[in-house]
């Protein structure tokens, strides 16, 4: 039981690690913030559906605290303690957090291929949609009045705040998804063989 345990969290902190490295690989990155990397988010996802809420949830809080402090320097351009507040919130510890939520689709060990496949992808969907509403309400809450004073942004001037983060928000995060549901399942099979294999092994001991 307790190597059982002790696996887990290995495997846990390897799958925040490797999480936080690929995030640094970024395949588009947003003018404003945000951007498209590769698959960041698969792994966070992955160790919900293998080990479930209590698991899934923890590696994710701590993946957020990782994106945090990786982009700190964002914080900069927050003029206000409220906004720098609902940044963190909004922008990492909420929107990087539920990606835990990829834990409730926890796949059952007699599920078909097919089955799992489509569990797999709905786990991904489900936590990608949950991130870019955090965002999206950041955009709106946070940094709508920043971006409109700055005068950063044209479509700011053109459009209100909820259009301007929707269409912000999704310039990243609707390829981010599409990623993600792609490398989810492939990551999954193959932990899942690696694993079937050590099993096997073990019980021939």
Known sequence: MQSNKTRTLVECAVMVALSAVLSMIKVYEAPLGGSVTLFSMAPIIVVGLRHGPKWGIATAFVYSITQLLLGLGSLSYVPTPAGIVLCILLDYIIAFTVLG??????????????????????????????????????????????????????LVLKTGMWTYSAIYNASYMLPETVITIVAAPAMEFVLSTVEKRRTTVEKSK
């Open 101 to 154: 939520a990829a834990s409730f689709f926890r796949l059952p060990a007699d599920a078909s291929y097919k089955k799992r496949l489509l569990l797999i992808a709905l786990a991904a969907l489900s936590a990608c949609v949950l991130r870019f509403v955090s965002h999206y309400l950041s955009g709106v809450v946070v940094w709508y009045e920043i971006t409109k004073e700055g005068q950063w942004n044209d």
